[in-house]
């Protein structure tokens, strides 16, 4: 009985484990990338440390919002292109 219970829970854990792994990706619709790459190196806005994937920006960073995606924000923050959820203000992708 024990080992059927540790045999149904590895598996258990072997199917979740990936989608644990997975649960902050954002998945960005390819159109809103192409707008944010296509966008000129702006006004540069320098913030304390570095500007990296679930950073919250403070409300006095300026953002632009992305045109038909009202949930997307974009910044050129630190020399680098960021794309910000809307509603938390958080880095969810830094472009290269």
Known sequence: MRKALLTTAT????MIAPALARA??????PDVDSWVMEQPDGTVTTIDGDVV???TLPDTVQVIEVPKHQKYRYG???????LI????????KVYE
Not at 11 to 14: A, D, H, K, Q
Not at 76 to 82: E, F, T
Not at 85 to 92: A, E, H, L
Request: proline residues 0%.
């Open 11 to 14: 598996i258990s854990l072997l």
């Open 24 to 29: 902050d990706t954002v998945v960005v619709e």
């Open 76 to 82: 050129y923050i630190n020399k680098r292109r960021v």
């Open 53 to 55: 994937v679930g950073t």
């Open 85 to 92: 959820d809307g509603s938390t203000r958080k880095v969810i």
